[in-house]
């Protein structure tokens, strides 16, 4: 079976960003030629990446192979695709699961619901996310000092926040729903809507989420926040998505209601002492 999804290019354009960084960090002693010329990471199996896909036929494949260099398992929510999301999904070495297509969110709780690792990953299949910051992403609550990490695209540089009308109102959107969340519960996130980040799997299943959309990013950063857990932010990059189409629309005025509502919620919870850590 062909695979098409070599039309992601994971790190393309980065050789000199990275060598000049590299070069500078060896100048002050920060590392040295052992740190470049060490094997590469291997994967953790504590960790699994759940991936909700529906028609992203293009990508799904090689995010899967990507994420596989980092975890342990990956599981892809296939959600009604009419094309071989499920097929390239599986052949690159996912465990596929199929929901009904009621969105992201049902997506993300029905995949939790079978995980077996102490971490979950959510990466998203259009190829936005690169899992080479899935480690990234987990070090704070592999070391006990988070329970929940978002990657922080306003630190970390993203490819979809600009350039047009729906950019502009992603980024204003976000940065007025953040700004919020950070008032009420007394925090300094900066990115409160990507949806790469990981987070220990019993905390997700303790946070009864509800929302079943794209809202979910937003429900699990209030719910962790309200109950006392603590969030992190690390820096990750977003990527302009390497095919498909978003399925989400800003011209719909169910999607602003929608956000509107479970921001209030999330604003309305009632906060919990803070937990204790171990």
């Not at 980040?197 to 997700?204: C, G, L, M, P, W």
Request: aromatic residues 6%.
């Amino acid at each position: 079976m062909d695979d098409p999804s070599d039309i992601i290019r994971f790190g393309e354009g980065e050789r000199l960003f990275v060598i000049r960084r590299a070069r500078r960090l060896l100048r002050q002693g920060r590392a040295g030629a052992d740190h470049f010329l060490s094997a590469e990471e291997q994967p953790d199996p504590g960790i699994t990446a759940v991936i909700p896909a529906r028609n992203e036929e293009l990508t799904v494949g090689l995010v899967v192979r990507e994420c596989l260099n980092y975890v342990g398992q990956v599981i892809v929510v296939e959600g009604g695709s009419t094309d071989r999301t499920a097929e390239y999904a599986a052949a690159a070495g996912a465990r596929v699961i199929r929901d009904e297509g009621l969105g992201k969110g049902a997506a993300l709780r029905l995949a939790v619901a079978q995980v077996t690792t102490p971490l979950c990953v959510f990466v998203d299949a259009d190829g936005s996310h690169d899992p080479i910051d899935i480690p990234l992403l987990a070090a704070p609550i592999q070391a006990g000092t988070a329970d929940h990490v978002t990657g922080s695209r306003l630190l970390g540089g993203s490819d979809e926040l600009h350039g047009g009308g729906d950019e502009f109102l992603r980024l204003a959107g976000s940065a007025f729903i953040t700004s919020l969340i950070n008032w009420r519960y007394g925090c300094h996130l900066s990115d409160s809507q990507n949806g790469f980040r990981a987070i220990r799997t019993d905390v997700f299943r303790q946070l009864d989420l509800r929302s079943r959309h794209t809202t979910i990013e937003m429900e699990m950063i209030t719910a962790t926040l309200a109950a006392g857990l603590v969030m992190g932010e690390v820096p990750t990059h977003e990527r302009r998505r390497a095919a498909g189409y978003s399925k989400i629309s800003l011209r719909n005025p169910g999607i602003w209601l929608a956000y509107g509502w479970h921001l209030l919620a999330g604003l309305c919870r009632r906060r919990s002492a803070p937990r204790p850590r171990a």
